[in-house]
């Protein structure tokens, strides 16, 4: 069986609603990762446009089999997310990997998470509202 890296940005990530490790525990950590893009508040979860900006998107990279990777683009098609191939940097090594971008013919961007960070940035959006 086949393996896959999967990089996850929003609430796959540790510490995120749905982790990788709680959600598909078959899932394996590889490392933390980032992309260069532009991350979106979406309401509920974020959306990640891969770009050129040189703006880091934080995240973490996980091996999945062709099972998981069936799993995972099932549970994304539900908020008509499309997986596509980013190159994906950690350590001193970049790699392809796959991840999810929401379908912009669908998808109304929210404001930008300038930090790159949606766990982060999530916190303080949960902390700013009480």
Known sequence: ????????????RSGGAGA??????????????SVSGTLY????????????????VFGEVYEVDDELLKELD???????????????????ESKMCWTYEPNPDTCHFGPVVTSGDWIEYSRTRVAESK
């Open 1 to 12: 069986m086949a393996k896959h890296l999967i990089f996850v940005y929003g609430s796959l």
């Open 20 to 33: 990788m490790s709680t959600r598909f525990p078959d899932s394996k950590f590889v490392a933390d990762a």
């Open 41 to 56: 508040d979406l309401g509920p979860y974020p959306g990640l446009l891969v770009n050129d900006s040189e703006s880091p």
């Open 74 to 92: 099932a549970f994304e098609a539900t908020s008509n997310y499309l997986r596509k191939q980013v190159e994906v940097a950690f350590g001193d």
